[in-house]
């Protein structure tokens, strides 16, 4: 069983599990999410955690009481091998953790670059990741998870059948920016010839909300064991 640990601090966490048990019975996995909201709850037993977004300016001082960034921080650094996703405000606190600690994501980043949140949007990003595609064969779309509001999510990223690249529904609520003129890290996911996604080691970062898409593609990489 998979041990994913979620940061409870602010943001769009629930739609993370959700998200996250989707992208486990897709393919066929157990998992136990655990709810990071104190420094005691993040351990090296976590296989896998997922800083979801929210505001980073706020998440940080929601922190200090508990001190679970830190330790987030401290997992982060202690566990190259393990994966970590961040989306929106999480991709922020892995550009620039703060107090010192180095980034773990080489590309710079700009709080609220989009707008305000009348200026969120959607729109198809072109992705090039290799994600274990989920077997509709023996799960078909029917036995899928409803949603939230009994509604049956549709799968509307297309791309070839080993999900190395296609396409998928980005959500963008008063986003961050990357700086693509010097991102470093793997470009993972493009918004025209804007960086919408960067890779690094076993560390994803996301401008966008993939959480909220009824897809979970990039749930499926964080709990597939190849990088």
Known sequence: MLSVGI?????????HGQAVQQAAEELGLEIEIIYLREQDDVSNELDCIILPGGESTTMRLVSTNH????AIFDWIKENPEKKVLGTCAGAILLSNPGDGIEPFIQTGISR??????RMS???????????????????PLSQLPL????????VVRTGDHDGFEGSFNGVFIRAPRFDSESCTDQVIAKLGEEVVGVKSGNILALTFHPELTGDAFFHRWLLQNES
């Open 7 to 15: 940061a409870m601090i602010q943001g769009a966490r629930h739609e």
């Open 67 to 70: 001190n679970v960034l830190p």
């Open 112 to 117: 609220n670059a989009w707008g305000r949140q």
């Open 121 to 139: 949007f959607e729109a198809e990003i072109d992705v090039d990741l290799h994600v274990k595609e989920p077997d509709l064969e023996s799960k």
């Open 147 to 154: 949603d939230k509001d009994d509604h049956r999510p549709l």
